[in-house]
C-alpha cells in the first residue's frame, strides 16, 4: 500500500482506512456480541451470589439482634438492682452526714455563743473602766483648773501686797518727806525769824548809835558854839558861832545820811532775807507738792492695778468656768462613745430542726430490650442480566449485518 505511487485522482489515504475500518468494525462487533452474551451469564452468576451473602447477612443481623437485646436487658437488670442498693446507701449516709452535720453546727453555736458572751463582758469590763477613767480624766482636769485659780489668786495676792508695800512705802516716803519739808519750812522760818530779829536789833542799835552820835555831836556842837560864844566880839566870834553851827548841822546832817544809809541797808537786808524766805517757802511748797503727787501717783497706780487684777481675776474665772463646761461636754461625748462602742448583749439562736429521712424515691425499671427489626434481604433478579447480554449480542450481531 505505501509502495504504490501517489495519486491524487486515483486510490486515496482515506479510501484505504476507510476499507481497514470495515473489517475492523466486523471483528470489533462480533467480539461485542459474543462479550454482551458472555456479560450477561457473568452478570446473572454474579446476582445469584449476591442474594445468597444478602439472605445470609439477614439471618447473622437477626441473631445478633437478638443476642444483643438479651445482654441489653441483662445489664438493665443489674443496673436497676444498682441503682436501688446505691440509692438506699447514699440516703442512709446522706442522713447520717445530716445527723452529725446537725449535731456539730449545735456545738458550733454554742461555741460562737459562749465567745460572743465572753466578748459581750469583755466589753462591759472596758466600758466600765474606760467610764470610771473618764470620771478621774474630769475630775483631774477639773482639779487643775480649780488649782489655777488658786494659784492665780495667790500670784495676785502677792501682787496686790506688792502694790500695798510701794503705796505704804510711797505714804511713808512722803510723810518722812513731808517732815523734811516742814523741819526745812522751821528752818526757814527760824532763819527768818532770826535774820528779821538780827536785822531789827542792827536797826536798833544803829538807832540808838544815831542817837548817841546826835546827841554827842549836838552837844560837841553846843560845847564848841560855847567856846566860840566865850571869844572875843566881833565879827570873828559871829564867824566860830557861825562855824559851830554849821559844823554841828553838818555833823547832824552827816549822821542823819549814815544812819539813813545804814537803815536802807537794813531794809534791803530786810527785803532780801524776806525774799530769800518767800523763795524757800515756795520750794517747800512746791516739794510738798509733788511729794503729795507722788503719793497720789501711788494711790492711782495702787488703785489701777487693783482695778487690773480684779479685772484678769474675772476674766481667769469665767475662762476656768468655760474650760470646766468644756470638761465636762468632752466627758459627756466620751462617755456616749464609749456606751455606743459597748456590744450589745448577744441572744441564743435556736437550733435547727432535727434531719429527717426524705421521702423514698419511686424506682422505675428500665424497659425491656427486643431485638431491632432487620429488614428483608434485597434480591437481585437473575435474569434480567442474561437477558440484558443476549439482547445486547443480537443488536451487535444485526448491526453488522446491516454493514
Do not use: C
Request: proline residues 2%.
Amino acid at each position: 500500500m505505501f509502495d504504490s505511487e501517489f495519486n491524487p485522482k486515483g486510490w486515496s489515504l482515506l479510501d484505504e482506512q476507510l476499507a481497514v475500518s470495515g473489517l475492523e468494525m466486523n471483528l470489533f462487533g462480533v467480539i461485542a456480541a459474543v462479550g454482551s452474551v458472555v456479560g450477561g451469564v457473568m452478570g446473572a452468576s454474579q446476582a445469584s451470589k449476591n442474594n445468597a451473602t444478602a439472605r445470609s447477612n439477614q439471618k447473622k443481623q437477626e441473631e445478633f439482634n437478638k443476642k444483643t437485646a438479651k445482654l441489653t436487658n441483662e445489664y438493665n437488670d443489674k443496673l436497676d438492682a444498682a441503682d436501688v442498693a446505691n440509692y438506699e446507701a447514699m440516703r442512709e449516709y446522706s442522713h447520717e452526714t445530716s445527723l452529725q452535720n446537725w449535731q456539730r453546727g449545735g456545738e458550733i453555736q454554742d461555741y460562737q455563743y459562749l465567745g460572743k458572751l465572753k466578748e459581750y463582758e469583755k466589753s462591759i469590763g472596758i466600758s466600765r473602766d474606760q467610764l470610771d477613767l473618764n470620771v478621774t480624766s474630769a475630775g483631774q482636769a477639773i482639779q487643775s483648773e480649780e488649782a489655777a485659780v488658786d494659784d492665780m489668786f495667790l500670784q495676785q495676792q502677792f501682787q496686790r501686797e506688792s502694790s500695798l508695800a510701794a503705796l505704804k512705802g510711797a505714804y511713808t516716803e512722803g510723810n518722812l518727806n513731808r517732815r523734811e519739808q516742814g523741819v526745812t519750812m522751821l528752818g526757814i522760818e527760824s532763819k527768818q525769824r532770826l535774820g528779821t530779829a538780827s536785822i531789827n536789833n542792827s536797826i536798833d542799835q544803829l538807832m540808838k548809835e544815831g542817837s548817841f552820835a546826835k546827841t554827842n555831836a549836838l552837844v560837841e556842837g553846843l560845847i564848841n558854839e560855847g567856846r566860840a560864844a566865850m571869844g572875843q566880839a566881833g565879827k570873828s566870834k559871829a564867824k566860830r558861832q557861825q562855824s559851830a553851827s554849821a559844823a554841828l548841822h553838818r555833823g547832824l546832817m552827816a549822821l542823819e545820811t549814815e544812819l539813813t544809809g545804814k537803815r536802807k541797808a537794813a531794809g534791803i537786808q530786810l527785803a532780801e532775807l524776806s525774799a530769800e524766805t518767800s523763795l524757800a517757802k515756795t520750794g517747800v511748797g512746791l516739794n510738798l507738792e509733788r511729794i503729795q503727787n507722788s503719793i497720789d501717783a501711788a494711790e492711782a497706780d495702787a488703785e489701777y492695778n487693783n482695778r487690773v487684777m480684779t479685772a484678769n481675776m474675772k476674766s481667769f474665772i469665767s475662762q476656768t468656768e468655760r474650760n470646766i463646761k468644756d470638761i465636762q461636754l468632752r466627758k459627756q461625748v466620751a462617755d456616749i462613745n464609749v456606751r455606743e462602742s459597748t456590744m450589745i448583749k448577744p441572744e441564743r439562736l435556736s437550733y435547727d430542726r432535727v434531719p429527717e429521712l426524705p421521702p423514698e424515691r419511686e424506682f422505675v425499671e428500665r424497659m425491656e430490650a427486643i431485638p431491632g427489626f432487620v429488614p428483608q434481604a434485597a434480591q437481585q433478579s437473575v435474569w434480567a442480566p442474561l437477558i440484558q447480554g443476549i439482547t445486547g449480542g443480537a443488536s451487535q450481531a444485526w448491526q453488522m449485518g446491516q454493514s
